[in-house]
């Protein structure tokens, strides 16, 4: 993977600044941009050099990064693990160097959870708990059958495995409400419209979409539009994370209701690495605040927006 090393005056050595290694998923949706903007800036406001690693998705690309960083001998390895699953041998190599590592945004399925220090991040399983919710009361009372299409995050991801697991029990208090495709889209915008155009085509009759994330409903949009349909209208459109463009899609009446992922988990994640560093004792869960967002709420919101 690329490493850009952010560190000033370079020369190797740190002096007694705390050096992180950070080994990043990758560049999939606008959520993950303003996530790796927020980790960059926070290290640099806690005088902490950064060496920055990006897997462009890849789990043996984050594997080697995580090596590597454990070559250089950084002090403290963190990381965002692209799905949930095979960590053990890595995570096992960082302690026996001595290296404590942090995870940020998503869990490892690992037994042994003396591997990490701490886990930062949100409670997905909630929100997709939120999501179902949310248009289980939408059709409180009616008694016709709805058909949902899912457009999922990351197959084997944190994300994509609780925002399914969450949705489906919330939902399952009302029989009529029936998820009729379910596919992943990776978290991409281009995967979300190509998968939606495929859903279009098969289902012929299609209530309400789910999407993981912003960008695939952004893209699933796309395709909505092109199929000459109205989204927010004839599709009703749920997703999850609330940047920017998610905001805007919903403000303007396209998409009907986001729950809330924050990417801002830099300073905390910076807080805990001197912990960390420091020998102090860390939380082993640290969990996000996140709300939830209507139409009206954006539209209210988006001025002061900061991602
Ligand atoms: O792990 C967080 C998820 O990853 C975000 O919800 C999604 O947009 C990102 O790609």
Same mark, same amino acid.
């Given at each position: 993977?690329?490493?850009?090393?952010?560190?000033?005056?370079?020369?190797?050595?740190?002096?007694?600044?705390? %050096?992180?290694?950070?080994?990043?998923?990758?560049?999939?949706?606008?959520?993950?941009?303003?996530? +790796?903007?927020?980790?960059?800036?926070?290290?640099?406001?806690?005088?902490? +050099?950064?060496?920055?690693?990006?897997?462009?998705?890849?789990?043996?690309?984050?594997?080697?990064?995580?090596?590597?960083?454990?070559?250089?001998?950084?002090? %403290?390895?963190?990381?965002?693990?692209?799905?949930?699953?095979?960590?053990?041998?890595?995570? #096992?190599?960082?302690?026996?160097?001595?290296?404590? %590592?942090?995870? !940020?945004?998503?869990?490892?399925?690992?037994?042994?959870?003396?591997?990490? #220090?701490?886990?930062?991040?949100?409670?997905?399983?909630?929100?997709?708990?939120?999501?179902?919710?949310?248009?289980?009361?939408?059709?409180?009372?009616?008694?016709?059958?709805?058909?949902?299409?899912?457009?999922?995050?990351? +197959?084997?991801?944190?994300?994509?495995?609780?925002?399914?697991?969450?949705?489906?029990?919330?939902?399952?208090?009302?029989?009529?409400?029936?998820?009729?495709?379910?596919?992943?889209?990776?978290?991409?915008?281009?995967?979300?419209?190509?998968?939606?155009?495929?859903?279009?085509?098969?289902?012929?009759?299609?209530?309400?979409?789910?999407?993981?994330?912003?960008?695939?409903?952004?893209?699933?949009?796309?395709?909505?539009?092109?199929?000459?349909?109205?989204?927010? !209208?004839?599709?009703?459109?749920? &997703?999850?994370?609330?940047?920017?463009?998610?905001? +805007?899609?919903?403000?303007?009446?396209?998409?009907?209701?986001?729950?809330?992922?924050?990417? =801002?988990?830099?300073?905390? =994640?910076?807080? &805990?690495?001197?912990?960390?560093?420091?020998?102090?004792?860390?939380?082993?869960?640290?969990? !996000?605040?996140?709300?939830?967002?209507?139409?009206?709420?954006?539209?209210?919101?988006?001025?002061?927006?900061?991602?």
């Amino acid at each position: 993977g690329s490493s850009d090393d952010s560190a000033k005056g370079g020369d190797g050595g740190s002096g007694d600044k705390i %050096v992180l290694g950070f080994s990043q998923v990758g560049a999939e949706s606008g959520w993950r941009t303003a996530n +790796t903007e927020s980790i960059k800036a926070s290290a640099d406001a806690a005088g902490i +050099t950064l060496k920055f690693a990006n897997a462009n998705g890849k789990q043996e690309q984050q594997i080697a990064d995580i090596r590597s960083f454990i070559t250089q001998g950084v002090d %403290v390895i963190a990381f965002s693990p692209v799905v949930t699953s095979g960590w053990d041998a890595v995570l #096992k190599e960082a302690k026996d160097a001595d290296i404590p %590592v942090v995870l !940020t945004d998503r869990a490892v399925d690992s037994q042994d959870t003396s591997l990490y #220090k701490s886990f930062i991040g949100s409670d997905f399983k909630l929100e997709g708990k939120k999501a179902g919710e949310w248009l289980l009361k939408q059709y409180e009372g009616k008694n016709e059958p709805v058909n949902i299409v899912e457009l999922q995050g990351t +197959t084997g991801s944190a994300p994509a495995l609780d925002r399914q697991s969450g949705f489906q029990e919330a939902i399952k208090a009302n029989p009529n409400l029936k998820i009729v495709k379910s596919q992943t889209g990776d978290f991409k915008r281009a995967d979300g419209k190509t998968v939606m155009e495929a859903f279009l085509q098969s289902e012929k009759d299609i209530d309400v979409l789910y999407a993981h994330n912003d960008d695939m409903g952004l893209g699933a949009i796309e395709a909505i539009k092109a199929a000459g349909k109205k989204p927010g !209208t004839d599709i009703k459109i749920i &997703t999850v994370d609330a940047v920017k463009d998610g905001m +805007t899609a919903l403000a303007a009446g396209e998409i009907n209701f986001i729950v809330e992922c924050s990417p =801002l988990l830099g300073d905390q =994640l910076m807080q &805990t690495v001197k912990k960390v560093k420091a020998g102090e004792s860390v939380e082993q869960r640290i969990v !996000t605040e996140e709300t939830t967002f209507t139409q009206e709420q954006a539209k209210e919101a988006l001025p002061t927006r900061k991602y």
